[in-house]
């Protein structure tokens, strides 16, 4: 584990993973989906949903999130720095400038039409603002009776440099 550069595995799965699962829950109640998600340079994660969408409606009532990115395409047991893990809160994106900024990123190239999504929106874009992150450390294969733990913790700020170097 040492040879490998935890910063810069994370934003490698940031930059080739167009895919993250959102999980949301409330009243106890867990929802997990997949979105097409984008960070920006501080590594805030935009996705935009139908508004009426069960993870949307768990937003209101419960800000908590956890996002997972990963390589789908690995073989079978070699996930080892293959995995991302992001534990945070989430928002329903409302000014302007930032429903602009979500939309290029999560749309490049493509015209915004802002009454889709205000005032009256059928769907938003929301932000994932992660506060702890992890990637697993070791594969399935490698688990021994003695195994702790398969993950580590991994600075949101070293990922956030090398994020913003790519």
């Excluded at 005032?119 to 702890?132: G, L, Q, R, S």
Aim: proline share 6%; with cysteine; charged share 20%.
């Amino acid at each position: 584990m040492n040879d490998v550069n935890l910063g810069s595995a994370a934003a490698e799965l940031i930059r080739t993973c167009p895919y993250a699962n959102i999980a949301t829950s409330f009243e106890d109640t867990p929802w997990n989906t997949p979105v097409s998600a984008v960070a920006d340079d501080e590594l805030n994660f935009y996705w935009s949903s139908w508004v009426n969408a069960v993870h949307s409606q768990n937003l209101i009532k419960n800000p908590n999130v956890f996002l997972t990115l990963y390589d789908s395409t690995r073989p079978s047991g070699t996930n080892n720095f293959k995995c991302l893990y992001l534990q945070g809160i989430a928002v329903s994106v409302t000014a302007k400038e930032e429903i602009r900024k979500a939309h290029e990123l999560v749309y490049p190239g493509k015209e915004l039409q802002l009454e889709q999504f205000s005032p009256d929106p059928i769907k938003n874009f929301y932000k994932a603002i992660p506060k702890v992150a992890w990637l697993n450390c070791l594969s399935v294969r490698n688990l021994t009776p003695s195994t702790i733990k398969m993950r580590v913790e991994v600075s949101i700020e070293e990922i956030r440099r090398y994020h913003q170097s790519k």
